[in-house]
């Protein structure tokens, strides 16, 4: 019912950037908060950045300053500088939404990942 299609990841050196960006598509009614996980190798999967619908956003503490998520319609992207070795990754998009099928029943909808390494 709702889709997210994720781009942009890669291989990048430490202090370089990448962007990436999630859009959402299908039956989707409303969008609420959109996010960016990242689950490192042997870890557990981590919020990096989130912006609601009135364009609020959280950030973790490893990634501010050298992080921006911003929203675009059904669109959410990342934008990525100065990135270390710690920011390597798999990064899944995240967006709670409604569908015309059920609009009174908010899920959880994920991407299928990206893969960020940041290494020399």
């Known amino acids: 019912q709702v889709q997210l299609v994720e781009s942009g990841g890669g291989l990048v050196q430490p202090g370089g950037s990448l962007r990436l960006s999630c859009a959402a598509s299908?039956?989707?009614?409303?969008?609420?908060?959109m996010g960016w996980y990242r689950q490192a190798p042997g870890m557990q999967r981590e919020l990096v950045a989130s912006?609601?619908?009135?364009?609020k956003t959280n950030y973790a503490d490893s990634v501010k300053g050298r992080f921006t998520i911003s929203r675009d319609k059904n669109t959410v992207n990342l934008q990525m500088n100065s990135l270390k070795p710690d920011d390597t990754g798999v990064y899944s998009c995240?967006?709670?939404?409604?569908?015309?099928?059920?609009?009174?029943?908010?899920?959880?909808?994920w991407g299928q990942g990206t893969q960020v390494t940041v290494s020399s």
């Open positions: 995240n967006v709670q939404a409604t569908t015309w099928s059920s609009i009174w029943n908010r899920r959880d909808y």
């Open positions: 912006i609601t619908s009135a364009g």
């Open positions: 299908g039956s989707i009614s409303s969008i609420y908060t």
